[in-house]
């Protein structure tokens, strides 16, 4: 089992930045695939980001590729999400997600089970 909990969310204007964390329990951490996921208001789960276990592979929404980077430190049992250039439509609530032994589509939120709290962005223009 891992326990998850986002941080670094806040009120921020456009332009900004903003890097999200999700720190992780247990002591397999590096074996899990870890996501990002955002839900805005009226709105569905949609898919942000993704990083493989070995941090060798990243996978975007075409959405937000070319400002949200997604990293990992296995050593801290944390996942980052950095967010450049923030715009008003990236207001939300951010969740991070985890899988161990993933398969599937990365995109998916079915494939995860287990999910943080979530921590809130918003963006003012």
């Known amino acids: 089992q891992v326990q998850l909990v986002e941080s670094g969310g806040g009120l921020v204007q456009a332009g900004d930045s903003l890097r999200l964390s999700c720190a992780a329990s247990?002591?397999?951490?590096?074996?899990?695939?870890m996501a990002w996921f955002r839900q805005a208001p009226g709105k569905e789960r949609e898919f942000v980001a993704a990083?493989?276990?070995?941090?060798?592979?990243?996978y975007y929404a075409d959405s937000v590729k070319g400002r949200f980077t997604i990293s990992r430190d296995n050593a801290k049992n944390t996942v980052y999400l950095q967010i450049n250039s923030l715009k008003p439509e990236d207001t939300a609530v951010y969740y991070c997600?985890?899988?161990?032994?993933?398969?599937?589509?990365?995109?998916?939120?079915?494939?995860?089970?287990?999910w943080g709290q979530g921590t809130q962005v918003t963006v003012s223009s």
């Open positions: 990083i493989a276990e070995s941090s060798s592979s990243t």
């Open positions: 997600a985890a899988r161990l032994v993933f398969s599937g589509r990365y995109s998916d939120g079915k494939n995860y089970d287990h």
């Open positions: 247990g002591r397999t951490f590096s074996s899990y695939t």
